[in-house]
């Protein structure tokens, strides 16, 4: 970066981060119980050399696979895949956890029809962000079945010993998914991820209470910190996004950086963004744009598509928006399904991902989430021809070739994690 | 601090008449402001929640326009009326067996409790005394985080979900029988039961047969508080909650009240509206029933001022 | 008593552990320290410095939750006193009835009177349809977007019927006769007011001003959903964002301690006065 630091936040913290790494070996021993002896290897990294370490030495480096750092994950020993050619289990309860209302009820009381000789209940929990999610899953008390999430949480996923490589005789339908799906960087040769959207982040809002395009602004990020708007908009609940859209505001193009100067213009630049504009933080922009309860919202690609269904009556869907990057230099993101460890229905549960991958309930989930599955059967350009997504909202379309220039959310080292989460509260205590 | 009223009387006597009449005058004024205030106290407390009720009852998904009576969100509406929204019904089950599972276990417990704290002089009772009322107004999150903790990193026998959050309500609302049985039994005070024992009985026959009926009243009006309260609880329950089995009816409301509600939120809501009214209800009959027999006061103003 | 100890003591005593304990390098998760001789004080620091060091960017939402405690009971004070004084004085054949009304919302849950509030403050709900006669009037008020004014209305009206409970038992111990004296004693009625039933109605000022004020501070959903704003997060919502997010459990435990030694002695006045009342009686 060739400007020094403005108010430089982090040393301070990085270092009281370190120093709690230092009485590594008392809190290692607290929690050998929930840590799986190796670390992962592949990458062509050598990180698997602590393996005899387990308890005693502190463990390698979380690693950190990203577009141009594929990574195969090990499998721990006695994390096997489950055999081939088991029945499904009779009369049990699938526990899924999820982001609300991002998966069709429709699909779920279709699954249950589907495998109704076996007495199938589905149980839909929710969460509001995925650091809660993983606090949960790891807390170990609630045997969920099958978890929503993104990337970003790989490494600890496998490293807590937290999810079960997929056995890929139960899941056919990956055939469908497209080729880089197949084998994505984020989990190599997919063995323990089934794709299950993707998106892009961008600015949805509602053209008659906004009376102006976004997109031909010079820099629609901008908008966020228009006094003109205050009171009328959100940015999404989640750190990541939040960050990442103000480092490329500010004309940066990594959204995973470790720069403490980067992080502190950042900081201050989203302090500033709440006293110009006022936003609320939530997730709930698809169904507070359509009712006017906000006027703009940072959002996903899918919630401008599944917020038409909200629309107020005689308000016509239509005046939706969505913009994000036209060529793709935003933040491009999936998320995948995968079988967690402490869930009782191992069979079951495969059966459910292979179920999702299915081509027309992918597409009835589509129609309903408004998030697009990366499927064959469903190409970018015919989605508006056939009606899945309306003229007024093309902008919502995921392009394949944006994986090859968009800006992917990183899993990010514990230490830096930490700067992103402080730099996330103090956003979040207001100004 | 307080005037001293027994001279005042003495001195008042021959002034009365004369002042009597002005001062109906103004009373009355005054009454009639202050009633005033009053209606409009109870309008602004009873007539959201009144519309909110209203609304369950409309035609159509919004929540603030009325597009006609219909019963589509309790009962026909395909996926998201209260009969066909499993979660929704769910919630509501649940909702109601945890107020039932908290208060068989509160109850007896804080009984039991207000007794021996009645019984027994000294420092140990004194302490738990001070802690019991200190559960009364300690901030709800602390002891929900605490418990959290607890769970999340002791070795305890249950895990999240119902049992932690029953534990949890317990302890919470454990405060409610102790102080209202408490005060029952200093009034009751200690000659029926030395009578008793007198009489022949034993220390424990004494406590069932006369203390028991006695203190009767007390229990059942705790008993009303905490269901009722526990139906309402929020943050207990909700960080002490693990999946969506164990999700209450506040705890939807919070999630679905920004987010995409229909009116059939407005109709669960009404739900255990009603159901706590018919509790309530219910108890409070059974309270007047049981002191009419006994002979004593009904008056409305001695259960509040339990409170 | 064991029940107590077990479910209020432990707990406490694990946020003490894991405020004073320190964070797993790889989750962030936070490890409990149980033993309080090797209890670390990193966490504390953490906050003490977001508090009161160069980045105290706690402070405004402490200040700010004072505030808005601090207006909430006085406006509560203000609206319960005279409903409580008339139905202890006036309501004569329909005090019952009254007191029932009154007694209601405390018996609503808490949640379902602010979806109330929710569905009235809509951009198309009814106090925007009142406000501009149907439309006539071109006002668009965004009441549920980041608005301080409607986040202390929900607190005020989420807490009153709490303040006037108490106060209604306290007005009503005053006898009649003894308010009647005052005045053929020549007290005007603010003189009566201030010298005869503010002072004896103190207890239940008191008890209801600790009553309402003690759960506001731990408050978080009033803000969560009348607003959603950074700007009006109060120190109930920084604890609960704190409980979840990766390594900053023990940092909300962190806060909790200090909220609750704040409140110490709020606490302990009231659980002393209850014990004196007890005593009395």
């Given amino acids: 970066m060739p400007s020094p630091p403005r108010r430089p936040v982090s040393r301070r913290r990085l270092l009281q981060a370190s120093a709690l790494a230092l009485p590594g070996a008392w809190a290692l021993a607290a929690c050998a119980r929930e840590q799986p002896l190796s670390g992962p290897t592949g990458g062509g990294s050598s990180a698997g050399g602590s393996a005899s370490g387990g308890a005693t030495s502190a463990p390698a480096e979380l690693q950190i696979a990203s577009p141009t750092n594929p990574v195969k994950w090990p499998i721990n020993p006695g994390n096997e895949p489950i055999a081939s050619g088991l029945e499904p289990e009779a009369n049990a309860t699938l526990r899924l956890y999820n982001y609300p209302d991002y998966l069709d009820k429709a699909v779920i009381k279709d699954f249950q029809k589907e495998y109704a000789d076996y007495n199938v209940k589905v149980e839909y929990s929710t969460f509001n962000d995925y650091p809660e999610a993983l606090t949960k899953i790891r807390s170990g008390s609630i045997p969920y079945d099958v978890t929503f999430m993104s990337y970003n949480y790989m490494a600890r996923l496998v490293y807590g010993d937290l999810i079960r490589p997929l056995n890929h005789e139960y899941i056919p339908n990956i055939a469908d998914v497209w080729e880089e799906f197949q084998n994505p960087w984020y989990d190599q040769e997919w063995q323990y991820t089934v794709p299950y959207v993707i998106y892009t982040t961008g600015i949805g809002w509602r053209a008659d209470l906004i009376p102006e395009d976004i997109g031909a602004r010079p820099n629609p990020y901008d908008v966020f910190w228009d006094s003109k708007y205050a009171g009328e908009i959100a940015v999404l609940d989640d750190d990541r996004e939040v960050i990442g859209m103000t480092i490329l505001r500010d004309g940066g193009t990594d959204v995973n950086t470790a720069d403490p100067a980067t992080l502190g213009a950042a900081r201050d630049a989203m302090l500033e963004m709440l006293s110009l504009s006022q936003p609320r933080v939530t997730i709930s922009g698809y169904t507070d744009i359509p009712e006017g309860v906000l006027s703009l919202s940072q959002c996903w690609s899918g919630d401008m598509i599944t917020g038409q269904s909200y629309m107020p009556e005689g308000v016509d869907p239509s005046v939706l928006r969505y913009w994000s990057p036209p060529d793709g230099r935003g933040l491009v993101n999936s998320d995948f399904l995968c079988v967690l460890k402490g869930g009782e229905n191992p069979v079951l549960a495969h059966h459910f991902l292979n179920y999702m991958l299915d081509s027309d309930v992918s597409l009835k989930n589509f129609s309903w989430v408004g998030y697009q599955p990366p499927l064959r059967s469903l190409t970018p350009d015919s989605m508006v021809a056939d009606g899945y997504i309306p003229e007024n909202l093309a902008g919502a379309v995921v392009k394949p070739e944006w994986f090859e220039v968009g800006y992917p959310v990183l899993e990010l080292p514990p230490e830096v994690e930490a700067e992103y989460q402080a730099i996330w509260q103090q956003f979040k205590a207001g100004a | ?307 | 008593m064991v029940w107590i100890a077990l479910f209020f003591l432990i707990p406490l005593y694990v946020v003490f552990c894991v405020a004073f304990g320190t964070v797993d390098p790889i989750f962030r998760s936070p490890v409990p320290i149980w033993n309080p001789l090797e209890w670390q004080f990193t966490q504390v620091e953490v906050v003490w410095d977001r508090l009161f060091g160069p980045d105290n960017f706690y402070l405004p939402a402490v200040l700010r939750t004072l505030l808005y405690v601090a207006i909430a009971v006085v406006a509560c004070l203000i609206i319960a006193f005279p409903v409580a004084y008339f139905t202890a004085r006036y309501a004569g054949n329909y005090r019952g009835l009254v007191l029932a009304l009154l007694v209601a919302p405390f018996f609503i849950s808490y949640m379902m009177r602010m979806l109330a509030w929710i569905n009235l403050l809509q951009p198309d709900g009814l106090v925007n349809t009142i406000i501009t006669l149907g439309g006539v009037v071109p006002l668009d008020i965004n009441w549920l977007s980041g608005n301080p004014y409607v986040v202390v209305m929900g607190l005020i009206y989420g807490y009153v019927p709490y303040m006037l409970l108490p106060l209604f038992a306290a007005l009503d111990r005053i006898s009649p006769s003894l308010i009647e004296a005052a005045r053929d004693l020549g007290a005007s009625g603010f003189d009566l007011f201030r010298r005869v039933i503010l002072p004896m109605s103190l207890p239940g000022i008191v008890a209801g001003t600790l009553l309402i004020s003690l759960p506001m501070m731990g408050d978080y959903f009033t803000s969560d959903l009348l607003s959603k704003s950074p700007n009006t997060a109060m120190i109930g919502n920084l604890i609960n964002l704190s409980i979840v997010a990766p390594g900053q459990a023990g940092q909300a435990g962190t806060l909790l301690i200090l909220v609750l030694l704040v409140l110490l002695i709020p606490m302990v006045l009231y659980t002393r006065s209850n014990a004196r009342a007890e005593v009395r009686s």
């Fill in chain 2, 1 to 307: 601090m307080t005037v001293s009223a027994a001279p005042a009387e003495a001195i008042l006597e021959e002034s009365r008449g004369r002042r009597r009449r002005r001062m109906r005058g103004t009373s009355e004024a005054r009454a009639y402001g202050l009633g005033a205030i009053t209606a409009v106290y109870l309008l602004w407390a009873l007539v959201p929640v009144a519309i909110t009720v209203l609304f369950s009852f409309n035609e159509g998904r919004s929540r603030s326009t009325w597009q006609g009576f219909s019963l589509r969100w309790y009962t026909w509406d395909p996926t998201g009326s209260v009969l066909n929204d499993e979660s929704i019904r769910n919630a509501l089950s649940y909702t109601v067996l945890l107020a039932v599972l908290a208060t068989i276990i509160t109850v007896p417990i804080g009984v039991l409790f207000a007794l021996a704290l009645d019984r027994w002089r000294g420092r140990l009772p004194q302490g738990a005394n001070f802690l019991a009322l200190i559960t009364f107004v300690i901030p709800e999150i602390a002891l929900a985080i605490g418990l959290l903790f607890m769970v999340t990193y002791l070795a305890t026998p249950f895990g999240l979900g119902t049992w932690a959050q029953v534990v949890g309500l317990v302890t919470f609302q454990l405060s409610y029988p102790i102080v209202i049985c408490r005060a029952r039994l200093l009034t009751i005070g200690s000659h029926y039961e030395e009578a008793a024992r007198d009489l022949g009985a034993s220390a424990l026959g004494a406590v069932r047969r006369i203390i028991l009926p006695m203190l009767f009243p007390a229990i059942l009006v705790s008993a009303i508080l905490v269901f009722a309260d526990v139906l309402d609880d929020f943050v207990i329950v909700r960080y002490l909650s693990s999946d969506a089995s164990t999700e209450t009816t506040s705890m939807r409301i919070y999630q679905t009240a920004r987010a995409a509600p229909t009116p059939a939120l407005n109709a669960m809501a009404t739900i255990i509206l009603v159901v706590s009214a018919l509790v309530i209800v219910l108890g409070w009959l059974a309270y007047r029933r049981w002191t009419r027999k006994q002979g004593e006061s009904t008056d409305v103003s001695s259960l509040a001022s339990t409170l």
